[in-house]
């Protein structure tokens, strides 16, 4: 009897990966270990309709359990694993159990960034990664509170939008000169900036948290300026840190998150990783990159399941996709928007258009659409194939 | 053929057109939506064929 194949983390890589795995052709046993209590759940609905809406973390089921079972795939939630031992290809867990592995795979994650100020603990005070932590944010949510949400990043724009719809006072306190900083150029963030204040949402930019007031629940938020914003509910979006200790603890190879090849293979080639926790360098970017996506974890995954099958299905010239939803608008962002040297753009923010294209040495990195996902497929190869643009690509954004 | 159709998943916003189909998944160009298999998910947020919706974007597909 060979060992089992065991998926360590239970979220969207781990979902399609044990799924995948079965597919193409895994004999033995497949085990999914998570920390988590909840079957792999979406993630992204946590920040959207889950906090304005009437769903459970049941409803948001990534696959039924039924389909985990036609699969013979088998789960061991609650329950974390502390160590892996490469020597003699074992897991233990943090019940003492150890479990042997034929193919291991890592699908650990990222981490909320903790933001380790005065007052932390209080009531009210929110982090917003997982189910457990949507779950106790929604129970605090109340029209007319005043939420503080610290960090305008994706997260915590999607969150504010979500809050307003509930009538809620909401401030965003931005450590930059702007919101999306990290991630978007100054257009664009100009355009959400707008977006949120025309919801009555204040954005507040070079704003720094230094503290949380409060005896028992949050009541305020101290600035760096000395200035003490009410709050009843804080939300803390300072991005995530990959889930690396395992990788590191056993000695694999990890560059801002677990290191794997375009077969999504470690430098031990029984241990797979993906999803957030995995870097890898992308072929098209010429650049190291570790993507914070859904579309990165299920791609990785596909690979990583034909690795453990030994096949080979290479992700790494794959162009990174990812969406935000914000009121009414669904942002598509295709690429990576990193060292561009010309942007064309065109935006009305009353019409809701907002397309750009982001260019480097003349060829296409990244492109964004707002409500325009029909035109960003259109413009998606040209990235991909590293085509020329014509004026005709770039006429066909002014049309809309 | 008038597998010509777009679609749009509703909550990523990917999109499937008919004429093009997802080669790469096997799923030929001028593949109706109707035969893509049942146990597809959506390449970019995983979700199943039934959260999809048909989107009009002309009687020309994408006009690649
Ligand atoms: C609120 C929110 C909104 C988002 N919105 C979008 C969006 O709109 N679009 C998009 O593309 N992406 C979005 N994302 C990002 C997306 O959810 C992530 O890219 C995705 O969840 C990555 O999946 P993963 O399986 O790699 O890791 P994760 O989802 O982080 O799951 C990792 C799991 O492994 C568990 N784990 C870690 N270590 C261990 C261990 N030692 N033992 C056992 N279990 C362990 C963790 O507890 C966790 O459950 C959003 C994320 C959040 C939090
Ligand atoms: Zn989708």
């Known amino acids: 009897m060979t060992a089992p194949c065991i998926i360590i983390g239970a979220s969207h890589a781990a979902a ?11 004999q033995g046993d497949i085990i999914v270990i998570g920390q988590e209590s909840f079957l792999p759940y979406q993630r992204p609905p946590l920040s959207k309709t889950f906090l304005s809406g009437e769903k459970t973390v049941e409803d948001l089921l990534i696959k039924p359990e039924s389909a ?173 840190t990959p889930e690396t200790r395992l990788a590191e603890q056993s000695g694999l190879t990890v560059k801002n998150g677990i290191f794997v090849n375009e077969f999504a293979q470690t430098n031990d080639p029984d241990i797979v990783a993906a999803g957030d926790c995995a870097s890898y360098f992308h072929e098209i970017y010429q650049t190291d990159i570790r993507i914070e996506s859904i579309q990165n974890a299920l791609e990785q995954s596909k690979s990583a399941a034909a690795s453990m099958n030994n096949k080979q299905i290479a992700f790494s010239s794959n162009i990174p996709r990812f969406w935000s939803d ?16 010309a942007v064309e753009i065109e935006q009305d923010l009353e019409k809701r258009v907002l397309n750009a294209l982001y260019f480097r040495k003349e060829k296409l990195i990244a492109a964004i659409a707002v409500n325009n996902p029909a035109w960003l497929t259109k413009v998606q190869p040209f990235i991909k194939n590293g085509e020329p643009v014509n004026n005709e690509l770039i006429e066909s954004m002014r049309q809309k | 053929m008038s597998a010509n159709k777009v679609w749009q998943c509703i909550t990523c916003g990917w999109i499937y057109s008919e004429a093009e189909g997802l080669p790469d998944e096997d799923i ?37």
């Open chain 1, 68 to 240: 985990y079972e036609k699969a013979n795939v088998s789960f061991r939630l609650n329950t974390q694993v502390v160590e892996i031992d490469r020597q003699n290809k074992t897991v233990t867990l943090n019940n003492g159990d150890m479990l042997e592995y034929a193919k291991l795979a890592l699908c650990t994650g990222a981490t909320a960034n903790p933001l380790p100020i005065l007052g932390a603990n209080l009531k009210g005070v929110h982090y917003l990664r997982n189910a457990h932590d949507a779950i106790a944010l929604k129970s605090d949510i109340s029209s007319k509170k005043h939420a503080v949400i610290i960090g305008g990043g994706f997260i915590g724009l999607e969150a504010a939008a979500a809050l307003r719809q509930k009538a809620m006072h909401v401030t965003i306190l931005e450590a930059q000169d702007a919101i999306l900083q990290r991630v978007v150029s100054p257009e664009v963030a100009a355009f959400f900036t707008q977006l949120h204040e025309s919801f009555g949402v204040v954005i507040r930019p070079n704003s720094i948290a230094t503290s949380f007031e409060g005896s028992e629940a949050v009541t305020a938020v101290t600035c760096n300026n000395g200035e003490k914003i009410p709050a009843d509910v804080v939300i803390i979006g300072i991005g995530v």
């Open chain 2, 28 to 64: 030929a160009p001028g593949t109706a939506w109707e035969d893509v298999p049942e146990d597809w998910c959506c390449p970019d947020c995983g979700m199943d064929k039934s959260d999809f919706t048909m989107v009009e974007v002309g009687s020309n597909g994408l006009g690649f």
């Open chain 1, 326 to 341: 914000q009121y009414d608008i669904k942002l598509q962002i295709c690429g990576v928007i990193d060292g561009y040297d």
């Open chain 1, 16 to 26: 399609q990966l044990s799924l995948n795995v079965r597919q193409q052709g895994w």
